[in-house]
């Protein structure tokens, strides 16, 4: 996401496919996740039934935390980088303090810094692996031979 990836669709679209992808990851782990829970808390006999009654009930709200989380995420990223005018790793972790305060904020003012500062050093933990490894698995650049220097004549 960081290091000027400029595959991406420009900052409005952007928001958009953000939260949809993440709303889809949310419901689809979720269903994966409660369809589990649901059928080992069903009687024998009944497990398919419990679980996809838990599916139903709970993959629709875990998509909805996840897609929120994502949307605004990636909104404080777009505000961010249009403020900053920069495309570096400190935009996700400011991005990310930013949605875990805002979050957070029903909660109360401490609760609201407590998650901001949680949410920001996970996102700079994210963004400090994402930097090691592309260092790690970056190719290197190979020297170019530069071309021998021709004999001048002499000059007298």
Same mark, same amino acid.
């Given at each position: 996401?960081?290091?000027?990836?400029?595959?991406?669709?420009?900052?409005?679209?952007?928001?958009?496919?953000?939260?949809?992808?993440?709303?889809?990851?949310?419901?689809?782990?979720?269903?994966?996740?409660? /369809?589990?829970? /649901?059928?080992?808390?069903?009687?024998?006999?009944?497990?398919?039934?419990?679980?996809?009654?838990?599916?139903? &009930?709970?993959?629709?709200?875990?998509?909805?935390?996840?897609?929120?989380?994502?949307?605004?995420?990636?909104?404080?990223?777009?505000?961010?980088?249009?403020?900053?005018?920069?495309?570096?790793?400190?935009?996700?972790?400011?991005?990310?303090?930013?949605?875990?305060?805002?979050?957070?904020?029903? &909660?109360?003012?401490?609760?609201?810094?407590?998650?901001?500062?949680?949410?920001?050093?996970?996102?700079?933990?994210?963004?400090?692996?994402?930097?090691?490894?592309?260092?790690?698995?970056?190719?290197?650049?190979?020297?170019?031979?530069?071309?021998?220097?021709? &004999?001048?004549? &002499?000059?007298?």
């Amino acid at each position: 996401m960081s290091h000027g990836d400029h595959s991406r669709d420009p900052c409005p679209y952007v928001i958009l496919n953000d939260f949809g992808g993440a709303f889809s990851m949310g419901a689809i782990g979720g269903g994966i996740w409660h /369809g589990i829970k /649901g059928a080992r808390n069903s009687p024998r006999g009944e497990r398919l039934i419990g679980s996809v009654s838990a599916i139903k &009930a709970r993959a629709p709200v875990l998509g909805g935390n996840f897609g929120i989380w994502g949307g605004l995420f990636s909104s404080f990223d777009c505000a961010v980088k249009g403020y900053r005018q920069k495309e570096d790793p400190w935009n996700a972790i400011i991005s990310g303090f930013l949605t875990g305060g805002s979050l957070a904020l029903r &909660a109360g003012p401490r609760s609201a810094l407590g998650s901001a500062i949680g949410c920001g050093i996970l996102l700079g933990v994210f963004e400090g692996v994402g930097v090691v490894m592309s260092r790690a698995f970056a190719q290197p650049i190979p020297p170019i031979p530069l071309p021998e220097a021709q &004999a001048s004549p &002499a000059i007298a």
